[in-house]
């Protein structure tokens, strides 16, 4: 998957120790792997188990959740014909499963949580439970949420805006909700207010850019 040589993380002490803990952008080099050019990711598309490979569409108000869909992929249709349907419309794909699909994945996502883990102390040797690789249309969003468990957006490809927004704040996620999502009662959105962004931490992703938050903390 890599040269012994080469590290994608190299960040400072302070950036390792924050990490996790504060709303954070830092570097890697994950995205220069041939794993994520175009001819990768259609085979990957084209191969993939379809029970493994979610699709949603959504509409454009940040505020009506209702109009996240979810969107069925007919099984006659190719790598080539997704690509092309993610490329041209607006829709975004969870590939779920990564790590038990492909053996190259595999390997990277462990190394990266080896590397985090001697690193990071503080996040307890932490474990890649469920790993995602995501593909989405240039015009997708995904609406204000919290998920249960801890999570970290490693960014590859084009660019993405996120919004993080306080952690463990009720002005931004009541108590019930909080408890209602562990407790599987609801999804993870959320009621959004716009007036929520004067208050977030405002992020412009490029590739090579990995961002995270602490643990409950919402974002978009």
Known sequence: VMSSNTQPISWTEQEYASFGMIAQVNKHTYHEQPLFDDE???????DYPRRW??????????????????????ESSTGEDLWNA?????????????????KEYELLIDSMYEHIGEHCPHLQNPKANYSTLLISSPKAQV???LDAEPNMLWHLRGKKKI?????????????NYIEDIYA???????PFDPTFDAEA??????????ASWPHNGPHR
Request: proline share 5%; net charge negative.
């Open 40 to 46: 990768a990711l259609i085979k990957l598309l084209d």
């Open 53 to 74: 490979l979610q699709c949603f569409t959504m509409g454009e108000d940040p505020r009506d959740s209702s109009e996240w869909k979810c969107v069925d992929i007919d």
């Open 86 to 102: 993610v490329n041209n419309g607006r829709i975004w794909f969870n590939i779920t499963h990564i790590e038990k699909y492909s």
């Open 143 to 145: 609406y204000y949420h």
């Open 163 to 175: 919004w993080v927004y306080p952690a463990m704040d009720t002005k931004f996620v009541p108590q």
């Open 184 to 190: 599987g009662e609801i999804d993870e959105n959320l």
């Open 201 to 210: 931490q405002e992020y412009d992703l490029l590739p090579g850019d990995v």
